[in-house]
């Protein structure tokens, strides 16, 4: 186990979050090019990710839906918005 100071360290190093690190100059799926790819791949067509995908197919008409759950999703980037959009009441 780490001491306390450092565990502060580690919290605070993987609490922060960097948009930066999200920007196409630094994560490769952020290229306009690859998002492209990657929503065609998922939904068939370029201009709709899976998310969008997801809702239309499987949600729709269900929505909100009473509660939802997001496996990995890391600092919440993805499910955060969730609530707000419509999608989940919690």
Request: glycine share 8%.
């Amino acid at each position: 186990m780490l001491p306390t100071d450092e565990q502060d360290q580690v919290a605070r190093y993987w609490s922060s979050y960097c948009a930066a690190a999200f920007e196409p100059e630094h994560y490769w799926s952020a290229l306009p090019a690859v998002r492209r790819r990657l929503n065609e791949k998922a939904s068939g067509s370029i201009s709709q990710d899976w998310i969008e995908h997801c809702v239309r197919v499987h949600l729709a008409g269900q929505l909100p839906v009473e509660r939802a759950l997001s496996l990995g999703c890391g600092d919440g980037w993805l499910s955060a918005p969730w609530p707000r959009g419509g999608l989940s009441q919690v």
